[in-house]
Structure formats: C-alpha cells, structure tokens
C-alpha cells in the first residue's frame, strides 16, 4: 500500500463547478502539505503549501489539512477550463533535501 | 522570476548508452532533487542534495549518480540505459534556510531510450 494515496479520476465537472480533491496518508511524520498542478508534459506547478493543520485560502484555491484523520483536501472554486489538468498532492516531513511523496494525480477535466 | 533549468529538454539514447542530465536550481536555492515521472505516473524521487552533499536518496538505481556542484547546479548521470529508463526526469529545488522549505519543479528533460 502507497504512503498517499489519490483517486485518480478522472474527475469531469462542468464550469462554475466547486471541485474537491482529497488525499489519504499514513506516515504521521508527514508535516509539509502541498498540491502541485501538473499539465501533459510539463513540470509540477506548486498551488498550494501548507504546514501541519489547518485551512489556507489563495484566490479560487483552499488547502485544508487534518493531521488526526490524516486527510488533506483541495477546493477548487468557480472551476474553468483552464483548470483541466492532473492534481498531485505531495508531503514531506520538512528536514532540508527531505524528498517529496506524491499521490498518484487526480486527472481533472473542467467542461465549458 | 527565474525558474528551475534543465536541459536538455528531450534526449534519445539506444540501449546501454549513458546520458547526462543538467539542473541549474533557482537563485539562491541550495537544495536539489531529482524526480522521475514515467508514463501515467507520479514522480518518484530518486536523489537530493543539500550544500553539495547527498541528502536522501530514493529508489535511484546503481547505473545512475548524481551530483551537486559549487555553483548549486546538479548532473544526473545514467549509464549502461535501459528501455525502462524511457521517462520524464524533473529536478527541484529549495532554500532551506526558509522555515517551509518549498520544491520548485523544473520544465522536465524527457528521455527516451531505444
């Protein structure tokens, strides 16, 4: 069994859409929370950085973290078709060249 | 702003060749890691290095090492290739006397091996 795990979707929404994403972890070392955004063939793009638990709010993007269900989530508001892409959550336990575990991406697709 | 480097961009090798991998980390930052993503796949770290020395070390296997210069910039080198090493290799990088330590992905060196 994976350390994070995602459901991989796809998730197809239709525009206006408020879309969640969500992980599961196991690793209780885990302190450092993000999700990257990730279009086909391109880099990782960091969206969203979170420390321990708790909520944080970035324009339409919401990162909440639950260390004692060990579940983080990601809301996405008024989607758009530019929002089509894979999500990957990752974690770190946060020492400097600590590696990054990723979920396995949830493939999101935004419908006009 | 500037961003993560790599290059080259894509590379094709046959079989048992070696290849080199080049990450030039963002401005200040002075930690580097190494992912590879195959296809349909998270990444999967392989190697990090923090002020020129090996951090962690993942799932790399014994054909590749890496390295991190004086000047912060990493090599990833691969040697004896594998058709299985066909995938897309992304370096990060960090500053670590932040608090929340933050990996920057660059655009990706995709390699196919034939």
């Known amino acids: 069994q994976k350390e994070v795990e995602q459901d991989p979707g796809p998730l197809s929404v239709p525009e206006g859409a408020i879309v969640s994403l969500n992980c599961t972890y196991s690793n209780s070392a885990f302190q450092y929370f993000m999700w990257y955004r990730q279009y086909s063939r391109k880099g990782p793009e960091l969206l969203m950085y979170?420390?321990?638990?708790g909520n944080k709010e970035d324009g339409r993007f919401t990162a909440q973290v639950d260390k004692s269900s060990k579940y983080i989530s990601l809301f996405i508001r008024d989607s758009q078709p530019s929002d089509s892409a894979t999500y990957l959550c990752?974690?770190?336990?946060?020492?400097?060249?600590?590696?990054?575990?990723f979920g396995g991406g949830t493939r999101l697709m935004v419908k006009p | 702003a500037a961003g993560v480097i790599q290059s080259p961009r894509h590379l094709i090798k046959e079989k048992r060749e070696t290849a080199t991998l080049k990450c030039y980390p963002i401005p200040r930052h002075d930690t580097v890691y190494w992912y590879q993503q195959g296809p349909g796949q998270d990444p999967q770290f392989l190697i990090s290095?923090?002020?020129?020395?090996?951090?962690d070390k993942g799932s790399i296997p014994d054909r590749f090492s890496a390295q991190q210069f004086s000047d912060y910039h990493s090599e990833l080198n691969m040697s004896s290739l594998e058709l299985g090493d066909s995938a897309l290799y992304f370096c990060?990088?960090?500053?670590?006397?932040?608090?929340?330590?933050?990996?920057?992905f660059g655009p990706g060196t995709r390699l196919l091996v034939l």
């Open positions: 990060a990088s960090s500053f670590s006397g932040k608090v929340q330590e933050t990996q920057y």
């Open positions: 979170t420390y321990s638990s």
């Open positions: 290095f923090y002020e020129k020395m090996q951090s």
């Open positions: 990752a974690m770190s336990a946060g020492n400097a060249g600590n590696m990054l575990t």
